[in-house]
């Protein structure tokens, strides 16, 4: 079975351009949560949305980044204009209503805003 | 607020030895402890997690962990380190709000193994 699927691995874009994360959960799974990793704050939640809804975005930084699950396997994190602050590690994980407990993680899309 | 403190940043441990990674927690309530490992490039991996009951936790790869409620602690151990055991690893409190579980991490500790 095929965890949870995250593209591009790898971002390399310039201030001001808008960046697209994309994520495909979990078959089955209706939370996803959007993390960051950064040396400077470690890992935060930003965003984690159930059956396709946002629920609890008060992680999110600023009004340049926002999150969209159009459907239940895919979702979007953009960051628009995009800093060099913005740098960072950033993990989906996704999880079933049966087994809350337990966020299964993708491998992540490192982002370098030069 | 809930927070996770680990006072570890980077621990060496030689193959075969125990180890012990500190953790310990703020939270108002019963706390969902978690332990967290990531290796290199890769994603976070549960080892275990804690609710309720028994107050020794087994996990994976040979992971255990006790919480002490008195101190506040979640410390993970195990009894014979090898080297694939070498990684970060991240302590956790989880909250439910809003139906999902929503993880606040410690800083972090870096695992070291000397062969």
């Known amino acids: 079975d095929a965890g949870v699927i995250q593209s591009p691995r790898h971002e390399v874009t310039e201030m001001g351009q808008e960046v697209t994360l994309r994520c495909k959960p979990i078959?089955?799974?209706?939370?996803l949560f959007w993390y960051r990793q950064t040396m400077m704050r470690g890992l935060e939640l930003l965003i984690y949305f159930n059956n396709n809804v946002p629920i609890d975005d008060s992680g999110m930084p600023e009004d340049r980044f926002s999150a969209k699950m159009p459907n239940a396997s895919f979702s979007t994190l953009k960051i628009q204009p995009s800093e060099p602050r913005d740098s960072a590690v950033y993990f989906c994980?996704?999880?079933?209503?049966?087994?809350?407990?337990?966020?299964?993680f993708g491998p992540g899309t490192r982002l370098l805003v030069l | 607020a809930q927070s996770v403190t680990q006072p570890d940043i980077h621990i060496t441990v030689s193959e075969g030895a125990s180890l012990e990674l500190r953790c310990n927690y703020s939270y108002g309530a019963t706390p969902y402890l978690f332990w967290y490992v990531q290796s290199p490039g890769q994603g976070l991996q549960l080892l275990l997690k804690y609710f309720s009951g028994d107050t020794l936790v087994q996990g994976i790869k040979g992971f255990e962990a006790e919480f002490k409620r008195s101190q506040s602690s979640f410390n993970l151990r195990k009894p014979s380190v090898h080297w694939s055991d070498a990684a970060e690893y991240f302590c956790?409190?989880?909250?439910?709000?809003?139906?999902?579980?929503?993880?606040?991490f410690g800083t972090g500790t870096q695992l070291k193994v000397e062969l």
């Open positions: 078959s089955g799974h209706d939370y």
């Open positions: 994980a996704s999880t079933t209503r049966g087994d809350r407990e337990t966020q299964y």
């Open positions: 956790a409190v989880g909250a439910f709000t809003g139906g999902g579980n929503k993880l606040t």
